[in-house]
């Protein structure tokens, strides 16, 4: 395993038993809103914090990306290495005891996915990636499924709450893949998500609105695992933009066909159909 990679898996192991140990007595611990449906814990901060202070204690010069902290660079430094961190993504499914969440570290180098860790502290199950060196799960090498077509695959997907200019667009592309592929699944913790199109658990999987901590890591992982991700374009800009499609390579074609035939569904005006 790579150094940094060592790293990073030290980090969210120690965020995971900040997290379970919270999950223990989930009505002691405060909960806030971001905006609506929107939530922030003190076990997200607490847990946040805990891999900062790992990874600026081994790598000072490097830059984090944070999503309750936002971002730190250096002084003085032109950083090539950025941390992009999800302390805990599925805040609402911790909050409600619905165990389905993780947390997901990746990281750049000049804007390239490199590194990838994804820990999913109910199960104890361990993800990792590197670029060139393939995908993990524990000590498994990860491949995609082997589905040869959408209507034989298990899509994700995920609702874009709290952007309702995001909502027909969505909701033409779900209505599309329901009545092709023969089933969806929607657990509300998008980087697990994207680790399990890695692991062969799902066949494809579409969203928009996201953020970048939390595609960095899963993306990198489908990467290495044989698998394709892009952006709602075709491209490769999922990170910024916020919305990616990915899945094995048979299943991603048909995914992406669909997402961009909604496209242009609303650019010619059909969206009142809905």
């Known amino acids: 395993m790579h150094p ?20 223990l007595d989930i009505d002691r611990i405060a909960i806030a809103r971001k905006q609506p449906m929107d939530f922030v814990t003190e076990v997200d901060r607490a847990a946040e914090q805990a891999i900062i202070d790992i990874l600026k ?33 599925g805040t609402t499914n911790f909050i409600h005891g619905f165990p389905q969440y993780a947390v ?21 199950d361990l993800y990792t990636a590197t670029r060139g ?47 092709r592929a023969p089933g969806i699944r929607r657990a509300g913790a998008a980087s697990l998500d994207l680790a399990y199109v890695a ?3 799902l066949d494809g999987f579409w969203e928009m609105g996201l953020k970048s901590w939390d595609m960095a890591a899963g993306a990198l992982m489908i990467l290495e695992a044989g698998g394709l991700v892009a952006d709602f374009e075709g491209g490769e800009k999922f990170l910024e933009s916020g919305a990616v499609v990915a899945g094995t390579p048979k299943v991603f074609a048909p995914l992406l066909a669909i997402v961009q035939k909604s496209a242009h ?10």
């Not at 940094?4 to 999950?23: E, F, P």
């Not at 950083?79 to 999800?86: G, K, L, N, R």
């Not at 997901?104 to 502290?121: A, K, M």
């Not at 695959?153 to 909701?171: A, N, Q, V, W």
Request: aromatic share 6%; net charge neutral; with cysteine.
């Open 265 to 274: 569904a609303s650019l010619v005006g059909l969206d009142q159909d809905l």
């Open 4 to 23: 940094m990679v060592n790293t990073a898996v030290k980090a969210a192991r120690r965020a995971g038993s900040l997290i379970n140990r919270g999950a």
């Open 199 to 201: 692991a062969g658990r």
């Open 133 to 179: 060196m393939g995908a993990y799960l524990n000590d498994r090498r990860l491949r995609v499924s082997k589905a040869l077509k959408l209507e034989e695959g298990l899509i994700g997907t995920g609702l874009p709450f709290g952007e309702s200019k995001h909502m027909t667009r969505y909701l033409r592309i779900l209505r599309e893949i329901m009545v």
């Open 57 to 89: 204690e081994a790598y000072p010069d490097h830059a984090i990306l944070a999503e309750e902290s936002g971002a730190f660079e250096p002084k003085d430094l032109a950083a090539e290495y950025t941390w992009i961190i999800d302390p805990l993504d």
């Open 104 to 124: 997901s570290i990746g990281c750049t180098f000049r804007g390239q996915l490199q590194h990838g860790v994804i820990y999913d502290p109910v199960h104890n």
